[in-house]
Each structure stands twice: as structure tokens, then as C-alpha cells.
């Protein structure tokens, strides 16, 4: 998809605007199979509930109706506490609305706010994973980013202090976004320079972030009056701002991540140096007789990429943990990777993908309390989303699709060699 | 030992009087940072012991006792001997073996200089070595087998962590070597999953892997939660006790050190003999690495590329999945989740690191082993170099040999790239 995108974008009839180009691509047909791909995720990770459901395989050799009945009773169960805890219980919502509490009414509201707040890192690190994609060049290393990006900007905002929040707040998101930056420009110089592939670079540099990571908590980044690894919490003037009183946690991040989500796309599809930046990752050689400078557009996407992830980082420290540990992430970056290509590296499909896994995320911690269905069971879907939106032949086989004129099978095809 | 085409690369390779002269500076760095690191902050007359026996084992043997500076000398002068003789003259061929000698000799040189003025097990840490060395060996075969057919498999993690699971599920229920069975199939089942996606779906390999591995962190996570954690006697499979090899064992010092393991390292050793033999000198291997380096050439010679490429991933999980199974029936008893903890990575990158052989990469998995053995017992040994520095060792050490620094690796040709047969119309 990352190949063909220029023609179908640059050559035809062109979309103009933001929602435009997301539009064409939907009724073109090429957004139908992500839908398709995350109902039948969402069905099939149902099914998984319902037969690991303790009741389903016990009653399964007395009477299997029975049993099916307590499966889809299950999944049914599960479902309805993701809801809930995701976007909020609708007949609690109107309690409160109607009883005029406004702790009431926050609580209510919660869930949904939550959930958007879950999907800051994701949004930045899809938005990452996804600039790396349009310019050829796989960014497996978000994770490892996110963590030196945390890292930076927490340690600017607990050791500056004194500044009002108008400058704390862009020095501390500044750093984390250098600290990413820094990270994701090792493994583009490498690869521009000497070759060696970035998907390896990456990966070797997510365990050396992990380490060090490990390393400066429990060392120089570590609050001093405890020996747990974990950072000083850090100065008010860094926290992001919340908009609304507790529970609720939903801060300027989210706000950040839509701006950053239309800077990227301004950045691919209205300047210069995004076409040349997808004209490098759709087809190097044309771009290299076309007199681009290869080397400078993947060291800059990938920077650029990594300091994306950074800001994921920062957006957790600074918004909701205010402090760093190393459990911090629970693979913002990896999972960056699924709903970069669910959202088709298209800044909008990103944010809608982010959204959704933020959403899932979150309600699957109150399908644990309600349910007993192990959150991983999220992992399990995105593995299974992912599948079908790589290879979407199985997606058209099961829903009986006719194959696209133009072939968008290959998703971004290319070996070690680079 | 290779096809044509490597031969020549790699006479082109070792030929080159760059890579000769930056290999010469590595082994120079390398004997100035023994007398530097370790020779200068030695005082002198302090002794080393080396106890000899490991832990646990009958025979005794005495205790190696030497001066630490005289040795340190000794080994910074022969590796200065070696980098110089590197530089102007140049090992050919055998520059790698040398390049292992002299990292041997600096590693040596550092146990000497932890150990001076008290003692060590070298036995011990040697012993260790080799036990850490074997999940990170076995990984790194199943990424051989994978690329050396033309398929890049960076989900060697994902069935390492699936293996381990189902290896402790089956074998508490049904006894260990029904688990190792299940642990090996799991993992051929999951690369059978990322071959039918990568070379029948087209899809690109690595999204394709990185699927597996998101799916199987989800589903032994959800199932160590959902079930392990409650029902405690289906994660209690025991290990494997340790066998000897009648009379070897018996020799001192190496006896203990090599003949006295659990089967998962003779399984290494034995796959990685037979890996190394069935590659490099049988018709199976040429087949197979015909289609890792061109596809096309091979299929008009009438190898089946598809065929080939299935056998060779899902043998490759197949690996993977008795590298996994190693976690939990080799070595804990018991699967926890994520257990794996980037292992599998560790062993893609001693793929690399070993050049896309498996004798190199068993060198690789030593290396990076003992790495992971001395960050294991740094703060033992009294050594104030954080142990995150040395985990990190083999992944900077991967990405200096993949910049081409000490010679660029050669990776299958066509390692990566789906192969698309021609229509004849």
C-alpha cells in the first residue's frame, strides 16, 4: 500500500482536503477490508471468550446447546463490560445526568474520556510507525523510542524548575520529542550511510532503550528517597493540563495528537518534502534519478518518526503517570505497528485506529473485573486484525469479495537488503 | 564451502585491505584494552585463583593459581602480536576465527583481573556460559534455516514464548516428553502460520512476524492468566535432569564443563552438527540455499521454491519451538509470562552476528551468553559495571557488525522477498 499511494493520490483525480483523501480511499473499497478486518477480529475474539469460558466446557459433553447458549451468554457478558468500561454505561449516564451531581456526572463520562486518553500514545506512535511506512522504511523501534522519549522529558520536567507552565510544559514535550528523535535517527543514519537494514537496528536498539531505561531508574534518574525503580514525580508547571475535575484524566495530550496528527499529514501531502518523502518510499530509484537526497529523507523520517514516538512517551509522563517507571508502556510501540498499517499509514486512519485500540484497551480492564477475561485477550484480537489486514485475500474469501482491479496485496514488500 | 557466488564475495571480502586494516585496529583496541583496562589497575603481585571444579561435580582438580600482571602481559602483548601481524599482513580466511581468539583472550584477561586477589570458578562460569548459550543457539538456528531459504523470520520470539507454554502445559498433564513434542509442534505451527502469510499471502514477512509475536505475547498471557494462574498443577512440568556421558565426564575440568547437561544441549549440538553438515554439504542444503539466494534460478533447475520454503520455516519453528520448550522443561519448571524476555531477538541477532551460519552463530550465542552469565553475577563478582551495559553488549555488538565496520555479513540474496512464479503465457 505504501507503493502505490502516490498514484492513487498525486495522479488521479485528486482529493484535496484532510477528510477528502480518507473518503476517496473508503469508496474506493480499500477501507472496506480494515472494517471487515476488525468486525470479524472483534467476532472471532469472542468466540476465543466463549470457549475458554470455564461453564462452556464443562456443560459442553452433557448437552453442547447448552453449552453454546453459555458461550454466546459469555461472550455476550464480556462484550457488554468493554462497552460499558470504554465508552460508559448508558443507564448510569442518564442517572447522572438526570441527577445533576456533577462528581456523579464525571464519573459517568469517565469511560469515554478515558479511553481517548488511552489512545494519546497510540495516535503518536500509529503516526510515527506510519511516517516511517511512507517513506519505506519499517520503525519496529517506536517502543524503544517511546521509553527514551519518557525518559528525556521526565527528567526535564522533575530537574528544571522555576518555569512557568507556558515554557515548562513545550521544554519538557520538546525533550521528550529530541530523546525519541535522537533514538530513531541512529538506526535511518545507519541505514542511509552503511545499509544496515532498520528493521534490525531497531529492534537491537528497543533492548538497549529497555536497558538503559532500567539502567537510569535505577540510578541517576531515581527518586531518592525510595529503591524501587521508578523517577521523582515531576513539577506541576509540567504536568499537561486536565480539562475536567477527577476521576477524569483526559488532558491536552489528545489535543496534541490531533494537531500532530494533521501536522504529518499537512507535512506528506502538501509540502515538497512529503512528496519527496513518499516518492522515496513508493519507488527509491525513480526518486533517485528524479535528484532527491535519499539519505537526508530517510535520516529526517526517520528522526522525525522517532520523535513522534518520543512525544507518545512524554504525553504519558507528563499527562498521566507525572512520573516514570519501567512498566510505563504497555507496548504502546509494538502495537503502533498493527494500527499503522490497520489505519492504512493515512494520518486519519491512524487516529481512528488508535482510538479504537485505546478504547479496547481500556474497556478490556473492566471486562477483566466483570468477566474474568484476561485483558491480553486485546493482544490476541490486534494479532488477529493485523493477520487479515496484511493478507487481505483471507478478509475477501470469507465475505466472498471480488479482488480489487488494481492490486494493493503487497503490503509493503521488501527484504532485509533494503 | 558456499555456492560460487559466495566464494567469490567472500575472496573479495577477506581481500580487501580495508576490512584487513580496521580488523587489525579491532585486535590492536582490543590487546591496548587489557593492558589498560585491567594490567595498569593491577597491582603487583596480586594472585588469581581459577577454581576449576564446577559446582556439584566429583572430580577435583586443583586450583589454577597465577600471577594476575604477569598474565595480563602475557595476553595484551599476544594480542597486540596478533592485531599487528593483522595489520600488515593480514590473516585472510581465517580473520574471523582470530578475531574470536582475541575477544577470547580480552574476555580472559577480564575474568583474570575480577579474580585478582581471591578466586573464581572459571569451571562454573564456563559451564554457564554454555547453558545460557543454548536457547540463544537454537533461536538463531531456526532464523538459519528460515533465511538461508529466502525467509526473513523475526517471530523466532513469538514461538519461543508459544513452545514454552505448551511445553509446560503438556508436560505436566501428560509427562515431559509428550511437552517437549507439543512445545516443538506449537512452534512448527505458528511458522506454518507466518509461511502460509509470507509465502502464500504475500504478506510482507516482517508484518507477517510481528503477528506471530503480538499473538503469541496475547494468547500466553490471556491463558497464563485465565488458567495457569488457578489451576496450578497444569504448570508444574518438572525439567529434564542432567545426563552424562559415561567416561567423557570423568575428564578433568572439561568433562564437568561439556558431557554432564540436559537433553536440550546435546539437542543443540546435535542439530547444530547436522544443520551445519545438511546445509553446506548435502543436496538438501544446496537446494535450500539455492532458494534463499535465487529463487528463480532455482525453480527453472526444478526445485519447488514454495515447497522448499515451507519445509525450511516450519523446521525452523520446529527449532524455535525446542528452544522454547528449553525455558520451561530445561531450565524454571514452570511457564511465566513473557518468560521468553527478547531471547529469541538475542538469537536473531547472533544469526547475524554468526553470519548466517550455524557455526558462527553457536560462537554468537556463546558470546552473547556469556554475557548474559556475567550480568547474571556481576554484583557476585564485586564489579561495579552496572549489568544493563553488558545486556546491552551483544545488541550494540549486532549493530556494529550490521554497519559493515568489521566486514559486511552476507545475507541470502534473496532473504525477504516473496517469490512470485511467472506465468507461461
Not at chain 1, 511516517?131 to 522533575?158: D, H, P
Not at chain 2, 581465517?94 to 583481573?113: D, H, M, P, Q, Y
Not at chain 2, 544441549?265 to 547444530?272: A, E, H, N, S, Y
Not at chain 2, 564489579?383 to 541470502?412: D, H, K, N, W
Amino acid at each position: 500500500m505504501a507503493k502505490d499511494t502516490p498514484e492513487k493520490v498525486d495522479a488521479k483525480e485528486e482529493p484535496k482536503n484532510f477528510f477528502g483523501i480518507f473518503m476517496h480511499e473508503l469508496t474506493r473499497g480499500s477501507l472496506l477490508i480494515p472494517i471487515l478486518a476488525i468486525i470479524t477480529g472483534l467476532i472471532l475474539g469472542g468466540f476465543f471468550v466463549a470457549i475458554t469460558t470455564e461453564e462452556v466446557y464443562t456443560t459442553w459433553s452433557q448437552s453442547p446447546l447448552e453449552a453454546i447458549g453459555l458461550g454466546f451468554e459469555a461472550a455476550f457478558k464480556s462484550y457488554a463490560a468493554l462497552f460499558n468500561g470504554s465508552i460508559g454505561n448508558p443507564g448510569r449516564i442518564i442517572n447522572a445526568l438526570n441527577g445533576g451531581d456533577a462528581q456523579a456526572i464525571r464519573s459517568a463520562f469517565n469511560p469515554f474520556l478515558e479511553s481517548l486518553t488511552k489512545s494519546v500514545p497510540y495516535i503518536f506512535g500509529g503516526l510515527a510507525v506510519a511516517l516511517g511506512f511512507r517513506a519505506g522504511l519499517f520503525n519496529i523501534g517506536a517502543e524503544g523510542q517511546i521509553f527514551i522519549g519518557a525518559m528525556t522529558s521526565v527528567y526535564v520536567g522533575y530537574a528544571v524548575t522555576g518555569l512557568p507552565a507556558i515554557i515548562h510544559i513545550p521544554l519538557a514535550l520538546g525533550a521528550g520529542f529530541l530523546g525519541g528523535a535522537l533514538w530513531g535517527f541512529i538506526p535511518g543514519w545507519l541505514k542511509a550511510k552503511t545499509g544496515g537494514h532498520e528493521v534490525i537496528n531497531t529492534i537491537m536498539m528497543n533492548y538497549i532503550a529497555f536497558r538503559l531505561t532500567e539502567y537510569m531508574l535505577r540510578g541517576p534518574l531515581q527518586r531518592p528517597e525510595t529503591t524501587n525503580p521508578i523517577s521523582p514525580f515531576i513539577q506541576a508547571s509540567a504536568e499537561l493540563p486536565r480539562f475536567f475535575g477527577p476521576p477524569i484524566r483526559f488532558h491536552l495530550g489528545f489535543i496534541l495528537a490531533i494537531i500532530a496528527a494533521y501536522a504529518v499529514y499537512w507535512l506528506l501531502f502538501k509540502t515538497r518534502w512529503g512528496f519527496d518523502l513518499r516518492t522515496v518510499g513508493a519507488n527509491p530509484n525513480a526518486a533517485r534519478y528524479a535528484g532527491m537526497n535519499i539519505t537526508l529523507v530517510t535520516v529526517a523520517a526517520m528522526s522525525l518518526s522517532g520523535g513522534l514516538a518520543g512525544l507518545a512517551g512524554a504525553n504519558e509522563v507528563l499527562g498521566v503517570n507525572h512520573t516514570l517507571a519501567p512498566a510505563f508502556s504497555s507496548g504502546f510501540g509494538f502495537d503502533s505497528i498493527a494500527l499503522a498499517l490497520i489505519g492504512k499509514s493515512h494520518p486519519v486512519g491512524v487516529v481512528l485506529a488508535a482510538i479504537l485500540f485505546g478504547t479496547l484497551r481500556n474497556g478490556a480492564i473492566q471486562m477483566q473485573i466483570a468477566a474474568q477475561v484476561p485483558i491480553d485477550i486485546i493482544s490476541v484480537m490486534q494479532a488477529l486484525i493485523l493477520a487479515f489486514i496484511a493478507a487481505p485475500a483471507i478478509i475477501r474469501s470469507i465475505y466472498r469479495l471480488r479482488a480489487p482491479e488494481q492490486e494493493d496485496e503487497g503490503v509493503f514488500v521488501r527484504g532485509w537488503g533494503g | 564451502m558456499a555456492t560460487t557466488t559466495t566464494t567469490l564475495q567472500s575472496a573479495a571480502e577477506y581481500g580487501s585491505d580495508r576490512r584487513r586494516r580496521v580488523m587489525g585496529i579491532v585486535f590492536l583496541a582490543l590487546a591496548a584494552g587489557i593492558w589498560l583496562l585491567f594490567a595498569r589497575t593491577t597491582a603487583p603481585g596480586m594472585e588469581t585463583t581459577f577454581n576449576l571444579n564446577p559446582g556439584g561435580s566429583q572430580s577435583s582438580f586443583p586450583d589454577w593459581v597465577f600471577d594476575t600482571l604477569t598474565l595480563l602481559n602475557v595476553l595484551a602483548g599476544f594480542a597486540a602480536v596478533l592485531g599487528a601481524y593483522q595489520l600488515f599482513r593480514g590473516f585472510g580466511k581465517r580473520t574471523n576465527l582470530i578475531l574470536g581468539l582475541v575477544a577470547g583472550l580480552f574476555l580472559f584477561g577480564f575474568l583474570s583481573w575480577v579474580a585478582s586477589g581471591t578466586s573464581l570458578n572459571l569451571a562454573g562460569l564456563l559451564r554457564a556460559t554454555l547453558i545460557r548459550a543454548v536457547p540463544i543457539t537454537l533461536g538463531a538456528l531456526s532464523g538459519v534455516l528460515c533465511e538461508r531459504a529466502g525467509v526473513v523470520n523475526i517471530a523466532i520470539e513469538g514461538m519461543m514464548l508459544m513452545a514454552a507454554m505448551v511445553a509446560a502445559i503438556f508436560g505436566s498433564v501428560a509427562g515431559l516428553g509428550v511437552g517437549l513434542v507439543a512445545g516443538v509442534l506449537s512452534g512448527g505451527l505458528l511458522a506454518w502460520i507466518h509461511a502460509l502469510l509470507s509465502i502464500k499471502y504475500k504478506t510482507d514477512q516482517i508484518v507477517s512476524g510481528t503477528v506471530i509475536n503480538i499473538f503469541a505475547v496475547g494468547i500466553t498471557s490471556f491463558i497464563a492468566a485465565k488458567f495457569l494462574a488457578s489451576y496450578r498443577h497444569l504448570n508444574n512440568p518438572g525439567i529434564y535432569p542432567d545426563i552424562s556421558i559415561p567416561g567423557l565426564v570423568d575428564i578433568p575440568f572439561i568433562g564437568p564443563i561439556f558431557f554432564q547437561h540436559n537433553i536440550f544441549f546435546f539437542g543443540m549440538v546435535i542439530f547444530l552438527a547436522l544443520l551445519h553438515f545438511g546445509l553446506f554439504y548435502t543436496r538438501w542444503g544446496l537446494r535450500l540455499r539455492s532458494v534463499g539466494e535465487h529463487p528463480k534460478a532455482a525453480d527453472t533447475l526444478g526445485i519447488n521454491v514454495f515447497r522448499t520454503r515451507y519445509m525450511a520455516v516450519i523446521l525452523g519453528g520446529m527449532m524455535a519451538g525446542f528452544g522454547g520448550a528449553y525455558f520451561t522443561l530445561g531450565s524454571v519448571g514452570r511457564f511465566d509470562e513473557v518468560m521468553t524476555a527478547g531471547r529469541g531477538f538475542i538469537g536473531l541477532a547472533a544469526m547475524i552476528f554468526g553470519n548466517w551460519k550455524p557455526v558462527g552463530s553457536f560462537g554468537a550465542g556463546l558470546l552473547f551468553g556469556f554475557a548474559d552469565m556475567l550480568a547474571a553475577r556481576l554484583a557476585i563478582l564485586g564489579v561495579r559495571i552496572p549489568s544493563e551495559f553488558l545486556l546491552m553488549a551483544p545488541y550494540i555488538a549486532t549493530m556494529i557488525i550490521l554497519a559493515g565496520v568489521v566486514g559486511r555479513g552476507q545475507m541470502p540474496a534473496a532473504d525477504g522477498q516473496p517469490y512470485e512464479k511467472e506465468d507461461s503465457h
